[in-house]
């Protein structure tokens, strides 16, 4: 999931289908987008094909809103698998790809893996850019990071939540969502332990954000009808009939 930052720079180049690719980036500000060196790309692309190029260089591609493979449900890791180098590869990756944005939650189909494993921390760092009065109405606070495989997430009580929320891949988008106050998530860790996580406030909709896309569902999907704005505009005032932000 995006962060509730305001961000004034944009990507310059349109998103492809080749998930894998390797980008070239400078080293991002603490909360600016990944830059691409355009300079560089096709050498670093010649580069990875010959192995010349260093791995800590190449980060898997958010995929964008608009790629049909965003819609497709992800496949559950075998238990015996996630010990794979793969797997742990995948998870590595996540990490790295999910903080450089940065965001605060991502899941393995937004950069082109079609398994159910999401990762998710939230920070002091991060909150920073929000006003104590939003966090206290989110619910928000910071917790380490958790990847969590074959997640299976269960609604607890009955209190729901109205507010708005990005993507990492919808960028430079919001809208409310009405979310599951409290959840309770259970699955594996990264070393096959199985975990259960009581989750409220901030980190319930997190989690329920990240599972959504291993169900091919998007915020878009379930957003509230008409609250969809840039990330510019979130302040303005919502249209007539919206609901008021919170919990109820
Ligand atoms: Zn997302």
Request: overall charge positive; glycine content about 8%; charged content about 30%.
């Amino acid at each position: 999931m995006e962060l509730s930052i305001q961000r004034f720079t944009h990507r310059i180049l349109p998103s492809t289908h080749h998930y894998f690719k390797p980008i070239s980036r400078t080293r991002p500000g603490a909360f600016r987008p990944p830059v691409r060196d355009r300079s560089s790309g096709s050498a670093a692309r010649a580069g990875w094909f010959l192995g010349m190029r260093e791995k800590k260089d190449v980060l898997p591609e958010i995929v964008k809103a608009g790629d049909p493979v965003l819609h497709e449900p992800a496949q559950e890791v075998r238990p015996e698998e996630i010990g794979s180098k793969r797997i742990q590869k995948i998870i590595d990756e996540m990490v790295k790809v999910m903080r450089a944005a940065p965001g605060v939650g991502l899941a393995a189909p937004q950069i082109g893996i079609p398994l159910k494993i999401i990762v998710l921390e939230d920070t002091i760092e991060y909150m920073r850019y929000t006003t104590k009065e939003e966090i206290k109405a989110q619910n928000r606070q910071p917790f380490d990071l958790l990847v969590v495989i074959n997640p299976k997430l269960k609604r607890k009580g009955n209190q729901s939540a109205f507010f708005f929320e990005g993507c990492l891949s919808v960028d430079g988008f919001r809208a409310i969502v009405e979310r599951h106050s409290e959840v309770e998530v259970t699955g594996f860790d990264r070393f096959g332990q199985a975990i259960k996580v009581d989750a409220s406030g901030w980190q319930a909709r997190i989690f329920q954000h990240e599972c959504d896309h291993l169900d091919g569902t998007l915020y878009v999907d379930k957003m509230v009808p008409r609250t969809f704005r840039t990330v510019e505009n979130l302040d303005l005032p919502l249209a007539a009939g919206c609901p008021k932000l919170g919990a109820r």
